[in-house]
């Protein structure tokens, strides 16, 4: 088989197996839901039009070759179902409803025209190139081109449009969205000037599955990656893999080039070399690699101490002043500096957390602890702000429940998260009702309020790092969006899970998270 | 029953104030600012408890506490890691060495130091709880 078909067909089969994989892959995230589902009907249709490109060109048979190629209407609803996802990543779904009706229309009547007049889409395949067969287009081939055009336009438009308005999240978002969609509909076109005879190669458009892979990147994750820093993550890998490519095929040339030349030279003596050779050089750059962690680690080290000793003097002398002052006007004062030092060392923490590889800033001391009688103590501690506003506290504390391993301040630290975000996100004269009850081999503590509840589409995120939604945000203005991402952290480290619920915006929330039982 | 407390640290200013406060909760502060004073005083008095700094200038604190722990005398004295220092090779080392505890300061407060402190006084002291309020 001619080398350039060969690359190609295989491109086009790992690039379909990228495809769907990560279609089926997002399907099961807990990313929104429409963005879900259509990613993963645009998916489909893309490996559908894959898979008719590469079995059509190989097909000899003219009538049977047209007949796979047929399968390339399905390219109408690969960008029908991309204008759908693109609007629900960027939230605008529910606001551009007519339009995607419009387009959905649109898109199912050219559809249908064609499925009625196969040759107004495509004549009689013919060999082309390498190609056994290959598209021939009919005379109104043009309007899909055309409607494809119209539609991708229209969906740059949205995101450019958003663009402007967006925080820096969803920025780099569009980002990443706007370079993948490039690339891909630029690789994937290459595959259509062949189509009107223009003899473009379209070797290229195999690469065109493989721009689902930032694309599902950018649907999943909340806080990305900034675009620039992945680029050159990307390019570094490609070089890397292209670097340990040419040296293995080169080895192999050597190799074979040595045993022809030389008479009685032994097959595997290149091959050796090479092996040492290469295991000398990782080891190396194992070792480089481990003394610029060392190196970072020392300076996180130095960072860390030199960041905590005055931080350390703020809340020592926060603390001793709060027994000293008199009025409340004074006491409320101190707290806030109280609170402002917390807040400083909460994110001292996770800057040395997320420079650091592996391990923790602060690692956990576990002890058999009776998690009881700590729920009610961090209680006494927010009875007060709860007393303020008028909130009532109901607790279901069981009693004699078995111990816990774990850590006590860092235990302490996640139950307040939840209690004090309970109390601050519910309106006075409302109602907290807290409960501790062991379930198989777990203890499962859970806060419900009645307080301004959470919507569908935050649910998702909101143990995420940095995230707020938007009403909890009006209410408190300087909140870091970290509290309940360290406190998932702290649970998952003792080896229990989180989670939340609500009936939506209003409609209060409950959240839990389970202990494992001290063996 | 004495109830003294050696606070080994640098930051006059943390010494100084954590000095004051277990004063006034009734306990007989004695206080070093490197590793060198802090043995020097181990030398001539057995303390209650330590508490031990670990960046000292001089010898640091990993080093304090061996030679305590390597003093006949001392050997029984509570020592309690009072450290900006949290990786978990400084927590392993500290509880390795006989450390019974590592506190990390810019967590903690001087009120829970104290809570931690009263661990190893059996008896209540009524008189000196009368004395802090």
């Known amino acids: 088989m001619n080398v350039q078909l060969l690359t190609i067909s295989i491109g086009y089969g790992i690039s379909i197996l990228i495809t769907l994989g990560l279609g089926i892959f997002v ?136 663009y402007r308005s967006a925080d820096d999240a969803m920025r780099n978002r569009i980002k990443y969205f706007l370079a993948t969609l490039t690339v891909g509909y630029g690789l994937g076109s290459t595959a259509f000037f062949l189509v009107f005879d223009i003899p473009f190669d379209p070797i290229l458009s195999m690469f065109t599955g493989f721009y689902t892979i930032p694309l599902s990147y950018g649907i999943v994750k909340y806080q990305l990656m900034d675009i620039r820093v992945a680029i050159r993550k990307a390019a570094l890998y490609s070089i890397l893999v292209a670097m340990v490519t040419a040296g293995i095929v080169g080895v192999s040339f050597l190799n074979t080039f040595f045993v022809r030349a030389i008479p009685g030279f032994q097959i595997w003596f290149v091959p050796l070399i090479a092996g040492t050779a290469a295991v000398i050089v990782g080891n190396l750059f194992w070792r480089k690699s481990k003394e610029a962690d060392r190196l970072k680690y020392e300076f996180i080290t130095i960072a860390a101490h030199k960041l905590r000793t005055p931080l350390t003097r703020i809340k020592w002398i926060a603390d001793i002043l709060l027994e000293k002052v008199q009025t409340e006007d004074e006491k409320r004062l ?76 860092r235990i302490r630290s996640a139950l307040r998260v939840f209690l004090d975000n309970a109390i601050l996100y519910t309106p006075a004269g409302g109602t907290v009702n807290v409960s501790l009850v062991r379930h198989n081999a777990a203890l499962i503590f859970s806060v419900t309020d009645t307080g301004i509840g959470i919507s569908k589409e935050d649910l998702p995120y909101i143990f995420e790092k940095f995230f707020r939604t938007h009403r909890a945000a009006l209410i408190d203005t300087e909140g870091s969006g970290l509290g309940l991402f360290i406190a998932r952290s702290i649970v998952e480290k003792h080896g229990g899970a989180v989670g939340v619920e609500s009936m939506g915006e209003g409609k209060g929330t409950r959240f839990w998270f389970s202990l494992p039982i001290a063996p | 029953m004495t109830r003294n407390i050696l606070f080994v640290e640098d930051d006059i200013v943390l010494l100084g104030i954590l000095e004051r406060f277990l004063r006034e909760a009734g306990f007989d502060v004695t206080i070093a600012k490197d590793g060198e004073a802090a043995l020097q005083l181990l030398e001539k008095t057995v303390f209650d408890v330590v508490l031990l700094d670990i960046l000292l200038p001089t010898i640091d604190g990993f080093e304090v506490l061996k030679r305590i722990k390597a003093d006949p005398k001392a050997a029984a004295t509570n020592v309690i890691i009072l450290s900006n220092l949290a990786s978990p090779e400084d927590f392993k080392r500290g509880k390795e060495l006989g450390a019974v505890d590592y506190l990390v300061k810019a967590a903690t407060t001087p009120e829970e130091i104290l809570a931690k402190i009263k661990q190893f006084f059996k008896e209540p002291d009524i008189v000196a709880e009368h004395q802090r309020r």
């Open chain 1, 334 to 409: 101190i707290e806030d500096i109280h609170k402002a030092d917390n807040r400083l060392v909460e994110l001292a923490d996770v800057l040395l957390e997320t420079t650091k590889q592996e391990g923790d800033v602060f690692p956990h001391m576990r002890e058999a602890i009776d998690f009881a009688p700590l729920v009610r103590a961090v209680l006494g501690e927010v009875g007060q702000e709860a007393e303020k506003k008028h909130i009532r506290i109901e607790t279901d504390v069981q009693s004699g429940l078995p111990l816990i391993q774990a850590d006590v301040q």
């Open chain 1, 27 to 162: 399907l099961f995230t807990n990313a929104n839901r429409t963005t879900r589902v259509t990613f993963f009907l645009m998916a489909v249709a893309v490996a559908v039009f894959e898979i008719s490109l590469i079995f059509g060109v190989h097909t000899a048979d003219p009538i049977l070759a047209r007949k796979i190629f047929m399968f390339n209407l399905t390219d109408i609803f690969i960008v029908i179902f991309n204008a759908h996802w693109i609007l629900s990543a960027i939230g605008k779904a529910q606001e551009r409803k007519r339009d995607l009706g419009l387009i959905y229309g649109a898109g199912i009547l050219l559809f249908l025209f064609f499925l009625f007049n196969p040759e107004a889409f495509i004549r009689m395949p013919r060999p082309k190139l390498y190609f056994k067969n290959y598209f021939v287009a009919g005379d109104y081939y043009i309007l899909m081109v055309g409607f494809f055009f119209v539609v991708v336009s229209y969906f740059y438009y949205q995101l450019i449009r958003v």
